[in-house]
Structures are given as structure tokens and as C-alpha cells.
């Protein structure tokens, strides 16, 4: 047989197939026929109840998820404080990070001091992260509900404070941070956990064994002052800078903090409002040793964050290096 006749074979076929689906359909739709051998009347009827069944099935699927959103609010997670994953400890993060692209879990800030490509890195991070706070408008709220808070100047319900970025001393980015002189700025920030409040250290006797000395004078100044507005300043939850062995101390070299050593307790506690930004404390290493890998911790003080250094708990660990 030859292909043309094949083809011819196929056709003739075909069509005879579809003449008798069509007969089969047209005569479906005449009173009392069938389609597809199938009375017209049992098609219509199951056409109908699962025209019913999927739509009360996509009706109680929607009564259900709306039952379910009344229960959730936007604003206010579902579990707070212990009851929730994220626990009562906020953890303390540092910036700039290491390229996750490297290494994720390095923690090593390493540079050469007199190259300016080496150190841009640092810098470029830095600067993007501190992007949305030279603009507060950007965030949710566009800034309307800012305010310029203070020990003696609370924000109301609703509010946020204002984080000035203007006040973190030579730790902007004009000064390329310092990273251009070998003299870097890392900055802290406490991790947000909704409706946390810190317990304060505002008794000198309280403060513990192991607290940085010249902390412990701070406070103890801040708590003997006659002036009582400045004893306000004792609601701040501090924090301390150091290397973690003899010998990274010896290297770390003199430390400073900006605008102030700790986070104010006015910025707590953290509501998700619209606009809020966390609060931040610039390090500034004034003076670190060249050359030598250097290992430091910086840790977080008030009486309700607990400090374990092997979970990193009330921590933050990082290296610096400087060529």
C-alpha cells in the first residue's frame, strides 16, 4: 500500500469516527436524546450537584480561612515573649558581615589598610545598611509618626524614636568609617523580640562580678549623680566591647562607643509600629594592632539577657584583622 493511499485510508477513518461522535452529540441535544450514550437528563444532574458540591466546598473554604484571620492580627504576633519561638534573650548582631557568598559562617573583618579597593567592601556594606536610616521616609509610615525622643521625652502610644545617625561620632560614612585610617567602626544592634523590656541595672551594688571596670564606673557616676534627669540615663541597656583571651585584649587597643555605650530604653519596648528602627551603638577600635587576627566579643548588659559565650547567648563574636 502506498503512503498515499495510507493517508487516504486514515482520513476516511477518522472522519467516519467523528461523524458518528457528532451524530452521537447532535442527537444529545433533541428532547429525551443522549450524549455519548448517556441520557440527558442524568448528565444535567450530575453536572449540577458538582456544580453545588465545589461551590459549598470553595464556601466553607473561605468561611474557614476568614474564621481563621480574625484570630491573627497584623500588628501583634500570636505568641509573645516565652511563649514564642524566639524566646526572652534578644541576641545582639554587628555590622558590616563577611560576604555570605565567601564563606556563610565566617566572621572574620579583614582588610588592608593602605588599599582603598580592599577596604570598599566594608565600607559599600556599612553604607547600605545604614541607607534606610539617613531616610527615614522610606519606611512604613514615611516617617510622620518619628519622634525625637530622650530619657525625659517618651514617645507616645503609636510613636517611634528617632535614630540619628548624625550622632555616631567619626563612624559615618564621610569618614569611610574610619576603615581608611586602620582604625574601624563595627556597629551593634539588639535583635527585636515583640514587647520585650529590659530589666535595668540601676543600683551599683547589683552590677555583676564580671562587668567591664570602667562600665561599672560609668554606671556607678550615672547612679551618684545629684542630678536627677541624668539618673534617668541608668535605663539603657549597655554594652561592652573586649578581646576574648589576655592576648586579644593586650591587641584590641582603646575602644569608644557612639552616641553612647548601650541602647536606650526609650526605644523599648518594640511594638512593631510602623517606621521603627532599632537602635544602634558605633564601636569604634581606635587603635587595633596590625598584623595579628584578632578575637573579640561584645556583649550585651541588663538584668533580664542572660550571657552564655559557647550559644553566643547576650553575645556577638568577631574577628578583625588588619594589614
Request: proline share 8%.
Amino acid at each position: 500500500m502506498t503512503e498515499k493511499s495510507e493517508k487516504s485510508s486514515f482520513h476516511g477513518s477518522f472522519s467516519s469516527k467523528f461523524s458518528e461522535s457528532s451524530k452521537y452529540l447532535i442527537h444529545g441535544l433533541q428532547p429525551g436524546g443522549r450524549v455519548f450514550g448517556i441520557d440527558c437528563h442524568r448528565v444535567g444532574r450530575l453536572l449540577l450537584f458538582y456544580l453545588i458540591f465545589y461551590t459549598v466546598l470553595a464556601a466553607l473554604s473561605l468561611s474557614l480561612w476568614w474564621l481563621f484571620s480574625l484570630t491573627l492580627n497584623p500588628r501583634t504576633p500570636k505568641h509573645l515573649i516565652q511563649d514564642s519561638l524566639i524566646g526572652t534573650n534578644p541576641g545582639l548582631g554587628y555590622r558590616p558581615m563577611p560576604s555570605s557568598e565567601e564563606n556563610v559562617l565566617s566572621s572574620l573583618i579583614w582588610y588592608q589598610g593602605t588599599s582603598n579597593d580592599s577596604f570598599r567592601f566594608w565600607v559599600d556594606s556599612l553604607t547600605q545598611f545604614l541607607d534606610v536610616y539617613k531616610k527615614p521616609g522610606q519606611t512604613p509610615g514615611q516617617g510622620q509618626n518619628i519622634f525625637n525622643c530622650y530619657y525625659n521625652q517618651l514617645p507616645n502610644p503609636g510613636q517611634v524614636c528617632f535614630v540619628d545617625v548624625k550622632l555616631l561620632g567619626p563612624c559615618t560614612e564621610e569618614n569611610f568609617y574610619m576603615y581608611h585610617l586602620s582604625s574601624p567602626c563595627i556597629i551593634l544592634k539588639l535583635n527585636r523580640i515583640y514587647g520585650w523590656r529590659p530589666q535595668y541595672y540601676t543600683d551599683p551594688k547589683e552590677l555583676p562580678d564580671d562587668m567591664p571596670p570602667e562600665l561599672k564606673k560609668n554606671i556607678t557616676d550615672i547612679a551618684l549623680s545629684g542630678d536627677s534627669n541624668k539618673r534617668l540615663e541608668l535605663n539603657t541597656v549597655w554594652v561592652s566591647c573586649a578581646g576574648e583571651s589576655p592576648a586579644d585584649s593586650e591587641f584590641i587597643g582603646p575602644v569608644t562607643y557612639h552616641p553612647r555605650q548601650g541602647f536606650p530604653g526609650y526605644y523599648f519596648p518594640y511594638e512593631n509600629s510602623e517606621g521603627y528602627l532599632s537602635p544602634l551603638v558605633a564601636v569604634h577600635f581606635k587603635r587595633p594592632k596590625p598584623g595579628i587576627l584578632i578575637n573579640i566579643e561584645c556583649r550585651v548588659w541588663a538584668k533580664n539577657i542572660h550571657y552564655r559565650r559557647r550559644d553566643k547567648q547576650g553575645s556577638v563574636h568577631f574577628e578583625l584583622m588588619i594589614d
